[in-house]
């Protein structure tokens, strides 16, 4: 046993199962615990040492911080099933110029100025929004991941091009790189269990040498020693 453990966030949206699974695998003597944080409040449990790491969406305040970009979502527009958007691929924001649009406090698509109309109200969850938009009150741009997230079959999902968009990063405190937040690192960055960044494994154990036999005295190495049948030279009497 060991009273160990390694503390990862993650906020709405991301799914930490892949690596988790694989700390598993490298590094079974110290579990993993998981904890689910809403997106504002990410950076400032990882400063207050509440987890030792934790996936983010950028742009986060990085004073103190670590950070390594991991991947990009597409921008998604949630909206009632009979919405117009229903009947194409892809939109536009121009496309969405004439609807009331939620733009709730949560947001992570960084907007300089939101798209559409100006909703009734600013929802404080993403959560909320989704209900909003449920009840036919206005549409929602989320990130891909978010929209898998509180995916309803009253309610269709489409492409927005034109867009911000919701970038994923690792985080942590920069004070507080530790071993086990390197064997992290490398599990997120694809690195094999015995790469020189990983947790360094154990040595193989070293082969014995083959030892030569040793020479008769004198010899060359080959046998010196014959039977009496292939000698020649008088027999005893």
Do not use: C
Not at 75 to 87: E, I, N
Not at 127 to 136: M, P, R, Y
Request: aromatic letters at 6%.
């Amino acid at each position: 046993m060991t009273d160990r453990e390694f503390r990862l966030a993650y906020v709405p949206g991301v799914t930490p199962a892949k690596w988790a699974g694989i700390w598993a695998e490298r590094v079974p003597e110290v579990p993993l615990t998981l904890i689910s944080v809403a997106a504002a409040e990410v950076v400032g449990l990882l400063h207050e040492g509440g987890a030792d790491a934790g996936f983010v969406r950028l742009p986060v305040e990085r004073e103190g911080l670590s950070v390594i970009p991991l991947y990009v979502e597409t921008t998604m527009v949630v909206a009632p099933k009979d919405h117009m958007v229903a009947a194409a691929d892809e939109v536009t924001v121009a496309d969405l110029a004439d609807d009331e649009v939620f733009h709730p406090m949560d947001d992570t698509l960084g907007w300089t100025a939101p798209p559409g109309l100006p909703a009734f109200t600013r929802p404080d969850t993403t959560a909320e929004a989704i209900e909003l938009v449920a009840s036919g009150a206005g549409l929602l741009l989320v990130p891909q991941s978010l929209a898998r997230l509180y995916h309803r079959r009253d309610l269709i999902y489409r492409p927005v091009v034109e867009t911000p968009q919701s970038q994923v990063a690792l985080a942590w405190p920069t004070e507080a790189t530790t071993e086990l937040v390197e064997d992290f690192i490398g599990i997120v960055r694809g690195r094999t269990a015995n790469s020189s960044r990983g947790r360094t494994p154990a040595p193989a154990p070293e082969k014995a040498r083959k030892q030569p036999r040793n020479p008769a005295p004198g010899g060359s190495g080959r046998r010196g020693a014959q039977t009496g049948r292939g000698r020649k030279g008088h027999r005893p009497r």
